[in-house]
């Protein structure tokens, strides 16, 4: 698991979990920054999850990553690369997934965070992942605390305004 902070502003990006090509210019905007981040960012490589049931232990395993968040977090972003990443199953299943993370921190913590999950594939531009992911670190929580979008949902618009329209 590899961890990098990026500095947007004022505010601090971590990123952990599978190296995703995605990534890598978020991952490459390194900071030596000494405060805690305010946005987690958690790549999960689904390529090989082929199943519904490979999917799901693939989730629960990745669950893990986000049960011990420093309260400074405003948002999880988690990124997942999965073949089947339009498929109506796969998106309900995560969205799930994300509002029991929440739900999680939310008792664990006391704190509000959004988990805001992104399904992509290969194809993705790392830099518009990038620029997505700084636009949302300046942000508080916003009304979707659990978020589920395709590149599709956030190609002309920020992981806010497509988070608000989801919840609308």
């Not at 599978?18 to 805690?36: G, N, R, V």
């Not at 689904?46 to 893990?64: D, E, F």
């Not at 073949?83 to 799930?96: F, G, I, N």
């Not at 805001?116 to 700084?134: F, G, K, M, S």
């Amino acid at each position: 698991m590899r961890m990098t902070h990026h500095r947007s502003s004022r505010h601090f990006v971590e990123v952990t979990g599978d190296p995703l090509q995605c990534l890598s210019a978020t991952a490459e905007a390194k900071s030596s920054a000494s405060l805690p981040p305010s946005v987690s960012v958690i790549g999960i490589d689904g390529t090989s999850a082929h199943t519904r049931a490979g999917l799901a232990a693939l989730l629960r395993r990745h669950k893990r990553n986000t049960s011990t968040v420093p309260a400074s977090l405003s948002h999880v972003i988690v990124v997942i690369d999965h073949p089947h990443c339009t498929d109506a199953w796969t998106t309900s299943k995560v969205h799930r997934w994300a509002m029991s993370i929440h739900r999680r921190i939310q008792r664990a913590r006391g704190i509000d965070t959004d988990v805001t999950a992104l399904l992509v594939n290969r194809d993705v531009d790392p830099h518009l992942i990038c620029e997505r992911i700084q636009e949302l670190a300046g942000r508080p929580p916003g009304v979707n605390p659990a978020a589920v979008h395709t590149m599709h949902d956030i190609r002309a618009h920020t992981i806010a305004q497509a988070s608000a329209n989801d919840f609308i």
